[in-house]
């Protein structure tokens, strides 16, 4: 099956930009979805097809996609943006088609 | 506005059984695949398979084949998703999540509140 490899964690001071990587062979080939989730809450949509914003998602989000590795970006990073997020793709090829990044947990400091 | 409201929590033994409903509203129901996914406490998020809710046709990952059944109510804009012989590692939160596909892609919006199935003797 297809791997998304996320790092754990990532540390960002407020108003600063958090950067959270997603690794997978040839990744750039593929379109790249992110969701957000706080403690205790279902996941939400924030960037989905590598770059595109949900109606109500702020423009400090945003995403790209090259080689092996896409990237989800929050700029102005606030305290509220403090949450798990997962990258997730659809492969053809790969058993099950649906596929989860490992999740990357976002402190602000 | 487009929601998906589920079931409550749930407690059950080892080996027992626990459907789960996901009630749509916002859209129309059977213009679109439903999926679950489930997520172990700590843990990452799994996906468990789909239900087209105008044929009722479904696909299942492997891992839960055999196990896991989806279906529908198109009378009343509800999903199900049961699962049975349940061990104490499917103690999990299950969401139902709506998919929106294009031609070369899907993603998922929204997702249900989740459940909580807690399998414990």
């Known amino acids: 099956s297809y791997v998304l490899t996320q790092p754990p964690s990532v540390s960002v001071a407020p108003g600063q930009t958090a950067r959270i990587t997603c690794g997978g062979n040839?990744?750039?080939?593929?379109?790249v979805h992110w969701y957000q989730q706080k403690p205790g809450q279902a996941p939400v949509l924030v960037v989905y097809d590598d770059s595109d914003r949900p109606s109500g998602i702020p423009e400090r989000f945003s995403g790209s996609n090259s080689g092996n590795t896409a990237t989800l970006t929050i700029s102005r990073v606030e305290a509220g943006d403090e949450a798990d997020y997962y990258c997730q793709v659809w492969d053809s090829s790969s058993d099950p088609h649906y596929v989860f990044g490992t999740g990357t947990k976002v402190t602000v400091l | 506005q487009v929601q998906l409201v589920q079931s409550g929590a749930e407690v059950k033994k080892p080996g027992a059984s626990v459907k789960v409903s996901c009630k749509a509203s916002g859209y129309t129901f059977t213009g679109y695949y439903m999926h679950w996914v489930r997520q172990a406490p700590g843990q990452g998020l799994e996906w468990m398979g789909r239900?087209?809710?105008?044929?009722?046709?479904?696909n299942y990952a492997q891992k839960f084949q055999g196990r896991v059944t989806m279906t529908r109510d198109t009378s009343i804009s509800t999903a199900y998703m049961e699962l049975s012989r349940l061990r104490s590692d499917d103690t999990a939160v299950y969401y139902c999540a709506r998919e929106l596909p294009t031609v070369t892609t899907s993603w998922f919006d929204p997702w249900g509140q989740g459940t909580l199935v807690t399998v414990s003797s």
């Open positions: 040839n990744i750039g080939s593929k379109s």
């Open positions: 239900i087209n809710p105008n044929s009722g046709g479904t």
